[in-house]
Each structure stands twice: as structure tokens, then as C-alpha cells.
């Protein structure tokens, strides 16, 4: 497979900060790729770079073999974007918001109404074609969204929190289209907050904090690597810590509750449960959530 991105010591700054600190990644033909981490660490800007709507600062940025710096027309061209809020045209209707959108790529009139038609089917949106934005739920506004996103039939779609604030059922139907539209060969770069959203659609990712790539990897994979197989969690107490020390246990203190990252979860258990006469034990898989946290930090940030 090729590369269809190629990011070399890629930096922006913004006068004395540095919001994206010299990264190095590569995103290959056909699979979804996902940008982690928290508020600040430098994901939306590296997006934006890549969409040509933010210039970089220093380094080398390619998307399909094309300079960012040189070639932002024709890179667009290629791409679809779904942003973070909603800005689709209140005063049209979803059909509308289709089609008026086509006509800014110099798509035919006929064919951007055939298309529209058929991503109104696609997303599951027929019933709702005549009907204005604003009368649209949250879970169709976002569907809509991506809908237009594919009207050029991009080679790449930017995808910036695509369910955010939706309902489970949404989210779902959401991830199903994603995965369907990634069937079909197209290349797809998204951010998330929800961590169970990038380990279910993203086939490898990386995580940053600070402007920098802390690690990069398929999901499966960090978490093998960075939180074991399973995780067992107790009651943060000194019964507990000393139980765990005398097994050789290696675990964090996490507020009121002590987690154990083992890939031995059973002998875990049974030693604070039978030894330490602990009740209260908790072991479950290892999760992406897992790796975020224990790179980034707890402390929330804003």
C-alpha cells in the first residue's frame, strides 16, 4: 500500500508556542487512522495541516505525493471534511445542503443531484430530504454532515470528532457507514474523545500530548504493550498495597482504587481475595482508555 500522507518533522507554532512539536508519521492507502489525545496536545492543528487550512511552520507534509505548501487547490480536491461542530445551511433543506455544496467542486447539476440522492439513501436519510436542518436531531445533522463530505467522492476523508454528543444507537450507525465507505477504498484520518470509537474503527493511531507523538501503533497492539492483557482493581488501602507488594504485584494508586496491569489477572485475584482477604476485586480487559491515561495523565485539562 502507498502513503497517501507523509508528515516529516512537522511543526507549527503560534508565536512563542509550539502546538506541534517536529512529528514524524506516515498514513497508508485504505485504512483509518486516528489522532489521540488530550486538550492542547496538538491533534486538531496537525489536522488542519493537513487539510491545507493552516500553513505549517517548519518540516515537510505530503498528501498524495503533494506538497501542502505548493499544492493546497489540488489537494482539496481530493479530500471531504467533517468537522467538530455543525455547519450545515440552517436555511436549506438536507437535499439542498447537498447539492448547493456539490456545485462548489463544479460538479453538473444532474450528477450532483444524483448523488445527493444517493447518499441521502446511504446514511439513511431519504425520509428526511425535504426537510429543513434545523428540524434534524443531532444523530441526522451529523450523518448529513458526512453525507456532504462525500458529494466530491473524496480519496481521503478528514473526520474531526465524527459522533460527538450522540446517543449509542447513532454512534453505531455512525461506525457501520465509516467502516462501509472504508470498504470501498477510501483512506480516512479522524480525531476522537472516545476511546472506544478509535479501537473499534481505527487501524492504527497515535497518541500526543504537547505537540509531540508519545506512541504509534494499532490499538491492539499499545494496549499489549503499554497495560497487559488484563487489569485487576482493588480498594486503594495499605492492606492492599502491602498484599500486593508480598506477590511482587507492580501496580498504580489511582484515587481510592489500586490497579494491577498483569497478564496473570487470575493469581492476582486469588491473592487478595484468599491471602489478603480482600472482597472487593474487580478484573477486566485492558482497554485503549487504559494506555491514554496512563501516558497522558488523569488531570483533566481545558
Given at each position: 500500500?502507498?502513503?497517501?500522507?507523509?508528515?516529516?518533522s512537522?511543526?507549527k507554532?503560534?508565536?512563542?508556542?509550539v502546538?506541534?512539536?517536529?512529528?514524524?508519521?506516515?498514513?497508508?492507502?485504505?485504512e483509518?487512522?486516528?489522532?489521540?489525545?488530550?486538550?492542547?496536545?496538538?491533534?486538531?492543528?496537525?489536522?488542519?495541516?493537513?487539510?491545507?487550512?493552516?500553513?505549517?511552520?517548519?518540516?515537510?507534509?505530503?498528501?498524495f505525493?503533494?506538497?501542502?505548501?505548493?499544492?493546497?487547490?489540488?489537494?482539496?480536491?481530493h479530500?471531504?471534511?467533517v468537522?467538530?461542530?455543525?455547519?450545515l445551511d440552517?436555511?436549506?433543506?438536507?437535499?439542498?445542503?447537498?447539492?448547493?455544496?456539490?456545485?462548489?467542486f463544479?460538479?453538473?447539476?444532474?450528477?450532483?443531484?444524483?448523488?445527493?440522492?444517493?447518499?441521502l439513501?446511504?446514511?439513511?436519510?431519504?425520509?428526511?430530504?425535504?426537510?429543513?436542518?434545523?428540524?434534524?436531531?443531532?444523530?441526522?445533522?451529523r450523518?448529513?454532515?458526512i453525507?456532504?463530505?462525500?458529494?466530491?467522492?473524496?480519496?481521503?476523508?478528514?473526520?474531526?470528532?465524527?459522533?460527538?454528543?450522540?446517543?449509542?444507537?447513532?454512534?453505531?450507525?455512525?461506525?457501520?457507514?465509516?467502516?462501509?465507505?472504508?470498504?470501498?477504498?477510501?483512506?480516512?484520518?479522524?480525531?476522537?474523545?472516545y476511546?472506544?470509537?478509535?479501537?473499534?474503527l481505527?487501524?492504527?493511531?497515535?497518541?500526543?500530548?504537547?505537540?509531540?507523538?508519545?506512541?504509534?501503533?494499532?490499538?491492539?497492539?499499545?494496549?499489549?504493550?503499554?497495560?497487559?492483557?488484563?487489569?485487576?482493581?482493588?480498594?486503594?488501602?495499605?492492606?492492599?498495597?502491602?498484599?500486593l507488594?508480598?506477590?511482587?504485584?507492580s501496580?498504580?494508586?489511582?484515587?481510592?482504587?489500586?490497579?494491577?496491569?498483569?497478564g496473570?489477572?487470575?493469581?492476582?485475584?486469588?491473592?487478595?481475595?484468599e491471602?489478603?482477604?480482600?472482597?472487593?476485586?474487580?478484573?477486566?480487559?485492558?482497554?485503549?482508555?487504559?494506555?491514554?491515561?496512563?501516558?497522558?495523565?488523569?488531570?483533566?485539562?481545558?
Amino acid at each position: 500500500m502507498s502513503d497517501v500522507i507523509v508528515a516529516e518533522s512537522l511543526e507549527k507554532r503560534f508565536d512563542d508556542v509550539v502546538a506541534v512539536d517536529r512529528i514524524d508519521f506516515a498514513v497508508r492507502e485504505g485504512e483509518i487512522f486516528g489522532f489521540l489525545g488530550p486538550n492542547g496536545a496538538g491533534k486538531t492543528t496537525t489536522m488542519k495541516m493537513i487539510q491545507c487550512v493552516s500553513p505549517k511552520t517548519a518540516g515537510t507534509l505530503r498528501v498524495f505525493g503533494m506538497d501542502v505548501s505548493t499544492r493546497p487547490r489540488q489537494i482539496k480536491q481530493h479530500l471531504g471534511v467533517v468537522p467538530q461542530e455543525n455547519n450545515l445551511d440552517p436555511d436549506f433543506t438536507a437535499y439542498q445542503n447537498l447539492t448547493i455544496y456539490a456545485r462548489y467542486f463544479g460538479i453538473p447539476r444532474k450528477t450532483a443531484e444524483e448523488r445527493a440522492e444517493e447518499l441521502l439513501d446511504f446514511m439513511q436519510l431519504r425520509e428526511k430530504s425535504d426537510v429543513l436542518i434545523d428540524k434534524l436531531s443531532g444523530g441526522m445533522k451529523r450523518r448529513l454532515i458526512i453525507a456532504r463530505a462525500l458529494v466530491n467522492d473524496p480519496e481521503l476523508l478528514i473526520l474531526d470528532e465524527p459522533t460527538i454528543g450522540l446517543d449509542p444507537q447513532a454512534r453505531h450507525l455512525i461506525w457501520e457507514k465509516l467502516k462501509e465507505i472504508q470498504a470501498q477504498g477510501n483512506t480516512q484520518v479522524m480525531t476522537t474523545h472516545y476511546l472506544d470509537e478509535a479501537a473499534r474503527l481505527c487501524d492504527r493511531l497515535v497518541i500526543m500530548d504537547h505537540g509531540k507523538i508519545l506512541v504509534e501503533g494499532s490499538p491492539g497492539s499499545l494496549i499489549s504493550e503499554y497495560a497487559g492483557t488484563d487489569i485487576v482493581e482493588a480498594d486503594s488501602t495499605p492492606q492492599v498495597m502491602a498484599c500486593l507488594d508480598a506477590i511482587g504485584a507492580s501496580y498504580d494508586a489511582v484515587g481510592d482504587v489500586v490497579q494491577v496491569f498483569t497478564g496473570r489477572p487470575h493469581d492476582v485475584v486469588r491473592a487478595l481475595m484468599e491471602s489478603c482477604s480482600h472482597e472487593k476485586v474487580l478484573a477486566r480487559p485492558a482497554t485503549l482508555e487504559d494506555v491514554f491515561l496512563k501516558l497522558t495523565g488523569r488531570t483533566l485539562r481545558e
